[in-house]
C-alpha cells in the first residue's frame, strides 16, 4: 500500500517521481503528490484521485523546477480520500516536508501533546504527527530529529523527507513499512520497491528496519536510530526492464497470466538435478526433515489460499501434520508451538505485515522459519531462517496469478522433498510426480489457447449480482482462489464453499440462473462433487463445471464444461486456476472497470 519516490541528482526531480509513481500504481492509491525544491522554497502539488490528474497538473512535471524531490501514492487509513490527506504533508513554516507509508499507533496521544503546544493540523491524517515532531526536534541537524522521532513513535513507517535548510540531501527511514535506496551516476533515489527506480539504476540498498538514510546527488550514507554510521553493500537487480512493463498487452493481468508457465518453469527447473529434488536454500538436513512434527503455513489472501492447497499437498505426500492460518488471525490466536514445528510464510511481496509479525512470533518460540517469497531482499526473506524464491518475475497487477502459481509449485517441490525423505511415497511414485511437475508449464500454455471460449463465456455473465464455487478437498482450495479473483477485480459478490457444506445453510442462496463454478478434479470425490452440482441444478442454478480430460459424463449434469489435461491429483490447482482467472479477467473488462488497480485493494498490505 502507499508508494514513495525521493530524487536527488544531475536531472529535473518532478518528471522522475511522476515516472517512478507511475511504476507504483500496482500497490493501490487514491490520492497523489510531489514536493521539489526549487532553489528558493518547497514547492508541493498534490489531489485526490489517479496520477493521470496529478501530471496534467504539473504537465508531465515541468512547472515544478528541481533537482531533488519527493513523490507519494497514498491509500487512505486515517482520513478519507482529499486533497488535504493527500500527501506530502507540510509543517506550518513550509521548511519540512514528508512523505509516509504505515501507520503511527500512538498518533492520537502525540497529537494531543503537540496541539497543547501550538501545533496546527490541517489534516486528519496521523502522518502529519511526523512533520510537526520533526519540527519539534529540529536543531539544524536532521539526523538527530529524525533519531529523535523514531524514538518516539510506535507502529510502521516507510518516510522521505526534506529540509529547506538542506536542500541538497533527501533523507528517509523505515520500520516494518518497505524502502530501498538506489544508486546512480546522475544522482540517488528512494523507493517502496524495484519497478520504480529499475528505469534509472539496477545498484540497490535494502534498508534494515530502524535505519535512516541521507541522500545527495554524489553521496549516500547510511545511520542507525542511535546515529551511528553502517555500512551497507549493494545488490544489482537482474530483471529485465521489460518485464514490469505492459509488452503491448491490455493489462498487466493478462500479461502475468501469459507468464505463468514461465514462472511456474523458473521455479521448478533449478531445483530439479539427476531425478531428485534439490532445495539448497532450504537448508535442512535429512535427519531435520524428519524430525518435523507439525507445519504451520500462515499467508495472507491468495499465498493463504496457496497454503490450503499445501496442507492437502504436504499431508498427502509427505504425512506431515500441517495447519493452515490467515496471517491476521494467527498472530492473537496464541498459538500453540511444539517441539519439531516448522512455520511456512508466504508472501509475495514479503513485507505483508500480518504475515510478518506472524514470522517475528514464530522465531521468538524458536521455531524454524521458511519464507516462500517472490521479491528478493524483502523483509519476510531477510528475517525468514531461511528463504525460498518464487521467481516469478516482478508482478504488477494487484490481483496475483503467476506469483500464486509460483508458490504452489514451491510447496510442491517441498511435499516431495519432504515425502522422499521421510520415505512415504515409493520410487515409482516419486518419478510419476516429478513427470507430472516438469509437464506443468506445457500444460498451462495449451489452457491459454482457451481464452476465446472463456471470454465469450465470462460475457454472459456481466450482469451477474452473485456467483458461487464449490469444490471438495484441493478443488475446495481452488475454488476460494477462483472466487477471490472474480470479486476483486470485478466487484461481483462471490463466495466459495466446501461443496459438502451446501445442505448446511447455502444453498438457501441458490435460485433461477445463480451461476454455481463447480471445480471436480479429485477423482476420489468425483461421484460426491457430481452430487453436489444436481442439488443446486435443481434448485435453478447455471453450472460452470471444471474437471479433467476424460470426464464426460458431467456433461449430463452441468451446463458448461471446461476441461484440463491430465495430472496428479495433487498438482490441478495449478491447471484448474487458469481458466478462472481468465474468467475473472474478462468479466472485469467486460464491465468496464480498471483491472489491474481494482479500488480499495493494494498490492502489498504492509498495515494490518
Known sequence: MCGIVGYIGEHEAAPILLDGLSKLEYRGYDSAGIAVYDGSELRMEKVMGRLKV???????????????????????????PSDVNAHPHFNSEHSIVVVHNGIIENYGKLKRKLEAKGYEFLSETDTEVLVHLLTEYYDGDPISAIEKVMHRVEGSYALGIM?????????????????????????????????????????????????????????????????????????????????????????????????????????ISPRLKDNDVVIEELGMTDEEIRAIRKIDIVACGSAYHAGVTG???????????????????????????????????ISQSGETADSLAALRDAKEHGVRVLGIVNVVGSSIAREADNVMYTWAGPEISVATTKAYSAQLAALYLLALKFAKV???????????????????????????????KIQRFAYRYLAADHMFFIGRGIDYAIAL??????????????????????????????????????????????????????????????????????????????????????????????????PLQLFGYYVSVGRGLDVDKPRNLAKSVTVE
Open 54 to 80: 496529478l501530471e496534467e497538473l504539473t504537465h508531465g512535471g515541468e512547472t515544478m523546477k528541481g533537482t531533488a524531490g519527493i513523490g507519494h501514492t497514498r491509500w487512505a487509513t486515517h482520513g478519507c
Open 422 to 452: 521421510r520415505g512415504t511415497i515409493s520410487k515409482e511414485e516419486f518419478g510419476q510426480l516429478q513427470s507430472d511437475l516438469i509437464q506443468l508449464p506445457e500444460q498451462i500454455e495449451t489452457l491459454l489457447g482457451m481464452k476465446e
Open 163 to 267: 529540509f529547506k535548510d538542506h536542500p541538497h540531501h533527501i533523507y528517509a527511514a523505515r520500520k516494518d513499512s518497505p524502502l530501498i535506496v538506489g544508486a546512480s551516476d546522475k544522482g540517488n533515489l528512494i523507493a517502496s520497491d524495484v519497478p520504480a527506480i529499475l528505469r534509472y539504476t539496477r545498484s540497490v540498498y535494502y534498508m534494515e528496519n530502524e535505519e535512516i538514510v541521507c541522500l545527495s546527488k554524489e553521496n549516500i550514507r547510511f545511520y542507525n536510530i542511535d546515529g551511528d554510521k553502517l555500512e551497507k553493500a549493494p545488490t544489482t537487480i537482474d530483471w529485465d526492464i521489460d518485464a514490469a512493463e505492459k509488452g503491448g498487452y491490455e493489462h498487466f493481468m493478462l500479461k502475468e497470466i501469459y507468464e505463468e508457465p514461465k514462472a511456474v518453469r523458473d521455479t
Open 481 to 578: 482462489e477462483g472466487s477471490l479473483k472474480l470479486k476483486e477485480i470485478s466487484y461481483v459478490h462471490s463466495e466459495a464453499y466446501a461443496a459438502g457444506e451446501l445442505k448446511h445453510g447455502t444453498i438457501s442462496l441458490i435460485e433461477d440462473e445463480t451461476l454455481v463454478v463447480a471445480v471436480a478434479t479429485q477423482e476420489k470425490l468425483y461421484p460426491k462433487t457430481i452430487s453436489n452440482i444436481v442439488e443446486v441444478k435443481t434448485r435453478g442454478a447455471f453450472v460452470m463445471a471444471l474437471t479433467n480430460f476424460g470426464h464426460k459424463e458431467i456433461e449430463k449434469n452441468a451446463d458448461y464444461v471446461i476441461y484440463i489435461p491430465k495430472t496428479s491429483s495433487y498438482f490441478t490447482n495449478s491447471l484448474a486456476i487458469i
Open 311 to 345: 496442507k492437502y499437498v504436504l499431508e498427502g505426500m509427505a504425512r506431515i501434520p500441517v495447519e493452515v492460518d490467515l496471517a491476521s488471525e494467527f498472530r492473537y490466536r496464541d498459538p500453540i508451538y511444539e517441539e519439531g514445528t516448522m512455520a511456512i510464510i
